[in-house]
């Protein structure tokens, strides 16, 4: 199914997953904001996206990752994208350290929020916009 849904939906179909899995850190991130000890992550979306499409010059998402590759050749299975989100987290960078050990900065992670929910809002525009033309070749309408 996740065949179809690469040849139908392109790039589109991965990009939407992983702009989810990184709404989902900066939400879980923000929910975290006053948690002692709490690490702020995030999700290097444009190398996960690559290893997800199995797109040329994606930069190692660490030692597990040797699948990709493979996962191109015939007969072997789609990379999961859930997987690829999952090793491409990375914990954020502390901006002011905090005496708890939290190193989540609140306006940050409201501004990463507001521009993650903007690129998922754009993808999936790019996705109903596959989704219309389709239809319309389908139903003539």
């Known amino acids: 199914m996740a065949d179809i849904t690469s040849t139908i939906f392109g790039i589109h179909a991965n990009a939407l997953s992983l702009r989810q899995q ?16 709490y690490k702020a992550q995030d999700l290097d979306f444009a190398t996960a996206l690559r ?14 990752l040797e699948m990709a ?10 990379p999961d994208v859930a997987e690829i ?19 989540v900065d609140s306006q940050l992670e409201h501004a990463a929020f507001a521009k993650a929910a903007l690129e998922y809002r754009v993808t999936l525009n790019m996705f ?14």
């Open 22 to 37: 990184r709404l989902d850190l900066i939400a879980s991130n923000i929910a975290n904001v006053d948690t002692p000890g």
């Open 51 to 64: 290893h997800a499409s199995n797109l040329p010059g994606a930069a190692p998402l660490g030692d597990q």
């Open 69 to 78: 590759p493979s996962a191109s050749q015939p007969g072997s299975a789609p």
């Open 85 to 103: 989100g999952r090793l491409a987290r990375f914990q954020r960078d502390e901006m002011q350290p905090a005496l708890d050990g939290n190193t």
């Open 128 to 141: 109903e916009g596959r989704a219309r033309s389709l239809m319309l070749a389908i139903t003539g309408q």
